[in-house]
């Protein structure tokens, strides 16, 4: 069975401040996807970035990007030029790369940027 | 535009009452998912449906049932509902093979 692990259960930083946030899954899969979903207080999940396992290449979306090392079965989410609206919930999650669908969520690392 | 709602959006009931959370999706999704967030768990799945008159059991799925009788609606049903099943629930739906999963607002349901 999957799992997907986050070590930080809350962190702090400095707005404008760069923050990584850890992930960490196991599986005995090859193909796969990862994501990043962040929760704001409004409580909609909202996904920020996808990482397809076959690709090489760390997926980047204007200010997140991620370090996916596959070998490691590392999933981190860095935020550059943190902005107060970055505060929320964010979870790493997993997903098989067949028909099931079904997305394996860790327990998320609550994340306040501060002015 | 397309979307994912959920209903009601706050719920208060009483322990062994039945009580149904309502999900629709106008995205034409034949994929859609019922999970439970709880603080320290994350979302846990709790059912799901691949398409019409096709349910599953997720990993939480003691205590809740869902029927799916066209592609929009996944309705979630506590039986009996009890204090343990105090939760902020989501629905979510996908397409087949895209890989991404939308969401809706969440109910937050309160069994006293």
């Known amino acids: 069975a999957q799992t997907v692990t986050q070590s930080q259960p809350e962190m702090s930083v400095q707005e404008a401040e760069t923050v990584t946030l850890s992930c960490t899954y196991d599986?005995?899969?090859?193909?796969?996807?990862l994501f990043w979903y962040k929760q704001p207080p409004s409580r909609q999940m909202i996904l920020v970035i996808r990482?397809?396992?076959?690709?090489?290449q760390n997926a980047t979306e204007n200010r997140f990007s991620v370090n996916f090392q596959k070998a490691a079965k590392s999933f981190s989410l860095k935020i550059s030029d943190s902005q107060l609206g970055d505060t929320a919930m964010y979870f790493c999650?997993?997903?098989?790369?067949?028909?099931?669908?079904?997305?394996?969520f860790g327990k998320g690392t609550r994340l306040h940027i501060l002015p | 535009d397309a979307e994912i709602t959920q209903s009601p959006r706050h719920k208060i009931t009483e322990t062994g009452r039945q009580v149904t959370l309502a999900c629709h999706q106008t995205?034409?999704?034949?994929?859609m998912f019922w999970y439970r967030q709880d603080l320290g768990h994350g979302l846990r799945l709790i059912h799901y449906?691949?398409?019409?008159?096709?349910?599953n059991k997720g990993e939480v799925s003691d205590g809740y049932s869902v029927s799916r009788s066209n592609t929009e609606d996944l309705p979630l049903t506590l039986e009996s509902a009890a204090s343990s099943q105090t939760s902020v629930y989501f629905c979510?739906?996908?397409?087949?093979?895209?890989?991404?999963?939308?969401f809706g607002p969440g109910t937050r349901l309160t069994v006293l």
């Open positions: 979510a739906s996908s397409e087949s093979g895209q890989r991404e999963q939308f």
């Open positions: 599986t005995s899969e090859n193909n796969y996807y």
């Open positions: 990482q397809e396992a076959y690709k090489q």
């Open positions: 999650a997993f997903m098989k790369h067949d028909r099931d669908d079904k997305i394996i």
């Open positions: 995205w034409n999704h034949n994929n």
């Open positions: 449906s691949y398409g019409v008159q096709d349910t």
